[in-house]
């Protein structure tokens, strides 16, 4: 009797044993995959200065570098921590390594100018190392969740600050000083692909004052958006409008915000300027000179794709040869006759990775639902981006390919998760199935309590 009852005992304390094993394992590899705090502390305070230019509209800030500052820290807190790195890099970064080498090669082969060329490329490249890092050192929902906060942030400062201290120019609204948000267009995208981010965050946040301010700050984003008069900008907003709605109204079962949706829209367009309505209407008309001078300055872009189809005129170059000195207004043919077609195809194919990632992640992250969030979120901000990119010249800009890695990590996060649950499970049936006949056999001895 004594025999049978040490060896029950010794077994399912055996059993238990190698089940706490199992969890430890599994704890130690999640905790493997979270080092790079310092490249991830760097991360965000590049973000900040990115997203939201301080130096643009805080006095003083101008002179210090502060984007090469973050970055050479996010660098180095990269290196530091390179020997904790196990995964292979995703496709779309290895796509993007390829798209920078392609502009190299384009700038050495430039017909137009080389040197202003390489700056442009160079100071372009920069954001592989950005990508490298949120792909790297984003690796969990929370480290996701806080990175989109600060651009989400970010952006809702500057539209605020575009509001109340911006000029207008002709009527419209443009940023504070200059950088990224002086052109009136670019603001309003920079304004949208961030207005989902912001309603995800809301729905995240538990606290009512919280959910408050997210409020009257998009309120407050999507003024400025209509303040700006940018036809492109409507356009980019109706489009990412429809797909927020199908993910959040229609399949999210959030019907009222059809109806909000509505009475704001008719809210902001009434007590927005009356410029954007006069500049759509001039389009129409044939009296708008910039619609007509951007079809033409499309269809010149096309041509110089034509005679240079595999190495562009350089990055930066064609206004050199668009006859106005103005960009393309069309980031995809912006590549093709800059970069040429391969950077064309490159630039394409980072930017259907990012629907492919979000096509996967909403169906691993179902009942999740932080991720699922985030991904309806993500769609709507890339559509919102691959729309506003027909009407704009920014496939130079560092926004398109920070989705595009919000992505990549978030369907990074959700396989392992998704496998985390699997591991946990087969745990909790392996210690049920072992337990189960030893309590048996106690039973059946007559030993149990």
């Not at 029950?8 to 199992?22: I, L």
């Not at 017909?111 to 060329?117: E, F, L, Q, S, Y």
């Not at 008069?229 to 409008?241: D, K, Q």
């Not at 996967?360 to 890339?382: D, F, N, Q, V």
Request: aromatic share 10%.
């Amino acid at each position: 009797m004594g025999t049978l009852t040490s060896v029950t005992h010794r077994d399912a304390r055996d059993a238990a044993n190698a089940g706490a094993k199992d969890a430890t394992s599994v704890r130690q590899r999640i905790s493997r995959q979270r080092p790079l705090v310092g490249a991830y502390v760097s991360l965000l305070l590049f973000m900040v200065v990115y997203c939201a230019r301080p130096e643009d509209w805080i006095p003083g800030l101008s002179v210090v570098p502060l984007a090469k500052i973050t970055a050479i820290l996010a660098l180095l807190g990269l290196v530091f921590y390179v020997r904790y790195i196990r995964q292979r890099w995703p496709q779309e970064v290895i796509y993007l390594v390829f798209l920078i080498g392609q502009l190299f090669l384009a700038s050495m082969m430039s017909p137009v100018w080389r040197g202003g060329a390489l700056q442009k490329t160079l100071d372009f490249a920069k954001v592989l190392l950005l990508v490298i890092v949120i792909t790297m050192a984003v690796n969990t929902a929370g480290r996701l969740r806080r990175l989109i906060f600060v651009q989400a942030a970010s952006v809702a400062v500057i539209a605020m600050v575009a509001v109340l201290k911006g000029h207008l120019i002709v009527g419209r609204l443009a940023g504070t000083l200059g950088g990224n948000y002086s052109d009136p267009n670019d603001l309003a995208l920079a304004i949208i692909i961030s207005l989902p981010l912001c309603f995800a965050l809301l729905l995240l946040n538990r606290s009512g004052i919280w959910k408050a301010a997210w409020a009257l700050v998009m309120l407050v984003m999507l003024y400025a958006v209509f303040l700006t008069a940018s036809r492109g900008g409507l356009v980019t907003l109706i489009a990412t409008a429809a797909i927020f709605l199908w993910e959040f109204a229609i399949r999210g079962r959030r019907r009222y915000l059809l109806v909000l949706a509505v009475l704001v829209s008719f809210v902001l367009w009434q007590f927005s300027s009356g410029t954007l309505a006069e500049r759509f209407k001039g389009a129409l008309n044939g009296t708008e000179s910039s619609a007509e001078g951007r079809q033409q300055l499309f269809w010149r872009s096309v041509e110089v794709t034509k005679r240079h189809p595999l190495f562009g005129v350089g990055p930066g170059n064609f206004g050199e040869l668009s006859g106005s000195w103005h960009a393309t207004h069309n980031s995809f043919t912006e590549m093709s006759s800059e970069g040429g077609v391969l950077a064309f195809v490159l630039y394409v194919l980072i930017l259907w990775s990012g629907f492919k990632n979000l096509r996967a992640s909403k169906r691993i992250a179902r009942g999740r639902t932080e991720l699922s969030l985030l991904a309806r979120a993500l769609h709507a901000s890339l559509v919102g981006y691959l729309v506003g990119s027909l009407f704009l010249s920014v496939a130079y800009q560092f926004f398109p390919y920070f989705l595009v890695a919000y992505t990549t990590v978030l369907f990074q996060i959700a396989k392992k998760s998704a496998s985390h649950s699997k591991e946990r499970e087969s745990v909790s049936q392996e210690g049920s199935e072992t337990w189960t006949p030893l309590q048996g056999a106690i039973d059946t001895a007559g030993l149990a309590p």
